[in-house]
């Protein structure tokens, strides 16, 4: 039986920080990138298009090659490429070699989460949902952290010293080689010992309630990055009000979700996974109407709230697919964050075109509708329910 080794779930969680960095980082720097090389909105929102294709949609691939043979190398190589990628940024004069760039930080940050994920399920023993908790939330700080790390970085050194960054995959690398054996013996012995054990065959109804959790992850994602793209753009461009407070506001939802990743995971270990993700949709549906008819600091409150109760579900939809797909770990991590969260994103493009039409007020009030369809779709979802009511 795998135990729950929470050493070595740290390690990989402070590589999924690390990783992740560099992923919440680059929207930041994208104003910086515009000047310097005298780009377009469009030719800028390509750097991010490019950068959303190659870090999440992507993934499912890297765990399709992940379950073919266990490739822990990935760890430290994804890392050092994210890094290497994204600092060296403001060096090239060129639009190509800046893509370039992007796609090779985007490989990396695409290779490190299904083998991280999958990685981790070896380690979490009978805690599942608890051990893989501590391994996402390297990744929801490491969003959280970025662009404030960019920032300071630039305002204080200028934009090209944007390769001091590197310094954190340089240094995980480093670290990771250290506890090489630490990783790679468990997981050869385990992994032999699940793919031996899991004869289940995934049928049509495994298949269906998959495409329902990857429905629901989408649902997750819209409203998320919804909310992360157009509180900015309601209290920046549409108040014409202050920056700093709207940025504020966005990082209380996401520190929000940092607490919800760690605290909802005990709870869905006890109470169930799908009773969980479901009850989190409902209170999403009631409490994010508030942020309407709320300002000052209860403003804050009922975002950070919203937060917890929304991001909470991002470990716990992970190991459902995984349990869904115990002999394809790889792809189910992939599934969860690369595609169905890239999927997502690009809900914030349909934003664009009805603030355009309508309003930025009525776009942000379209995503009112998403956390009810997520609810809808969790009472029709059918899901092998586990439970462990000693925790």
Known sequence: MRKFNPKILLL??????ITDVYQGALPTILPFLK??????????????MVANFTSSLIQPVFGFVSDKKTKPILLPVGCLCAGIGFSLLSIPSSYVLILILVILSGLGIAS????????????TG????????IFSVGGNLGFAFGPMLSIYIIKYLGFSSLPIMGILAFLFTILIVLFWRNITIPIGK??????????????????????????????????????????????????????LYAGKLVSAFLFGGVLGTLGGAPLADRWGHKRYVTLSMLFATLVLPLIFVTE????????????????????????????????????ASGLMVGFAIGAGGLFVTLLGV?????????????????????????LILRYPEQKNPGF
């Open 354 to 378: 009805v603030a355009d039409h309508f309003g930025v007020p009525v776009a942000l009030k379209s995503i009112m509708i998403l956390p009810l369809i997520g609810f809808t779709l969790c």
């Open 12 to 17: 990989l969680s402070l590589g999924h920080l």
């Open 190 to 243: 385990t992994g032999m010992t699940l793919n031996q054990q899991s004869s289940n065959e995934v049928t049509r109804g495994t298949y269906l309630a998959l495409l329902i959790i990857i429905s629901i992850v989408i649902m997750r994602s819209c409203i998320q990055m919804g909310l992360m793209s157009y509180i900015p753009f309601y209290y920046i461009s549409y108040l014409q009000g202050d920056a």
């Open 126 to 133: 009978e805690k599942r949902v608890t051990g893989m908790s």
């Open 35 to 48: 000047e310097r090389l005298l780009l377009s909105y469009t030719t800028t929102g390509i750097v991010l």
């Open 296 to 331: 000052g600091y209860a403003l804050f409150i009922v975002l950070a709230l919203l937060g917890t109760i929304l991001i909470s579900t991002f470990t716990v939809t992970i190991v459902m697919a995984q349990t869904l797909l115990p002999r394809h770990l790889g792809i």
């Open 112 to 123: 490190y989460h299904p083998e991280g994920y999958k990685t981790a399920h070896f380690f």
